[in-house]
């Protein structure tokens, strides 16, 4: 007989005590330790169908919640058929944190905001009135959108799963695209996702693989190692000899929410991929910004950081014409 606990009694024990569920921990352990969230929390940790990857009808593939990122990274089927992930995957954090941070707990986990992880200052996120970073320091802060927090989402994952139209499996719920997580940031007023307390994520479903796919991701950040992005962008291409056939790009790090950068790949769907053709492409991300006082650097680092994805995706194929 399976001792595995039910997921719909782990749901109602956050209705009836309160605080948060918790996956791996290495987000939960950091804000219970700062006092932020003092819990109680309420383990998946024991819930064994919640981890893996299983083979979905059409070719798609199951990912389970508590899959972690070091095994996203180390799986053959992800590297080969969904590469965009796994790459992303392989950039955040250390191999200590990879090797117990969660996909579900990298795409509900909270924000990095200084004002936010401070017990004794009340913002937005803590059921405030105001975002104190806004008038404060707010250097690393958002340079696109008008949300009430202007603190960017820290998922990776996120970013790279809206390369893919990826969708969220909720326990008890309709599947629902990850993008739906969060909407546009402007509900995004006391958490950093839209989910209830008590709801659970239980999976992330991707489409088939795209045959010949290209994916880069690339992060501008402050110190060789362990560190948040300033800007991050994942970038998945497909040629057809050096034309673009198909391109999905995202961006981290510079809104309130993961963003799906479609105005990059309608500018590089049908051409070349030459370096003017994708510095062009970059440089449409411009038209997003809307800096704070102190983001304004985060305008140009945000389209370099996208060139870079793009021109690490495209391969040799950019290379022909870089010399004029």
Same mark, same amino acid.
Request: proline share 13%.
């Given at each position: 007989m399976s001792t595995e606990p039910a997921l719909a009694d782990l749901s109602a024990a956050v209705l009836a005590r309160g605080g948060e569920l918790r996956a791996g921990g290495t987000d939960t352990t950091a804000r219970q330790r &700062? /006092? #932020? &969230?003092? /819990?109680?929390?309420t383990d998946l940790d024991g819930v064994g169908s919640l981890r893996g990857c299983t083979p979905l009808p059409g070719g798609g593939l199951r990912i389970g919640a508590l899959t972690t990122l070091a095994e996203l990274v180390a799986d053959p089927q992800l590297r080969a058929g969904w590469p965009a992930l796994a790459v992303s995957a392989g950039t955040a954090a250390t191999p200590q944190i990879r090797a117990a941070g969660t996909l579900g707990g990298n795409l509900l986990q909270r924000n990095r905001c200084w004002y936010y992880r401070n017990p004794h200052v009340s913002c937005l996120q803590k059921g405030g009135t105001d975002c104190p970073a806004r008038a404060g320091?707010?250097?690393? /802060?958002v340079v696109s959108g008008d949300g009430p927090c202007v603190t960017p989402?820290? &998922? *990776? !994952?996120?970013?790279a799963l809206l390369? %893919?139209?990826?969708?969220a499996e909720i326990h008890g719920e309709s599947p629902r695209g990850v993008a739906d997580l969060y909407g546009d940031g402007d509900r995004l007023f006391h958490a950093d996702h839209l989910l209830p307390p008590e709801r659970i994520l239980t999976? #992330?479903? !991707?489409?088939?693989p795209l045959p010949g796919e290209r994916a880069a991701c690339h992060r501008a950040i402050s110190r060789a190692h362990a560190e948040w992005p300033l800007v991050e962008a994942t970038a998945r291409l497909a040629l057809d000899g050096a034309t673009i056939t198909y391109a999905a790009v995202a961006a981290g790090g510079v809104a309130r #929410?993961? !963003? $799906?950068l479609t105005e990059v790949e309608d500018a590089l769907i049908g051409r070349e991929a030459i370096p003017g053709v994708l510095a062009e492409a970059a440089a *449409? #991300?411009?038209?997003?910004? $809307?800096?704070?006082?102190? *983001? /304004? %650097?985060?305008?140009?680092?945000?389209?370099d950081t996208v060139l870079e994805a793009l021109e690490q995706a495209a391969g040799p194929a950019a290379a022909p014409s870089a010399a004029g």
């Open positions: &700062s /006092g #932020v &969230s003092p /819990g109680p929390f320091d707010h250097h690393f /802060g989402h820290p &998922s *990776t !994952l996120a970013m390369t %893919y139209d990826a969708e999976a #992330v479903h !991707l489409p088939a #929410v993961p !963003l $799906r *449409t #991300v411009l038209a997003r910004c $809307r800096p704070l006082p102190q *983001t /304004g %650097y985060k305008a140009g680092l945000f389209r």
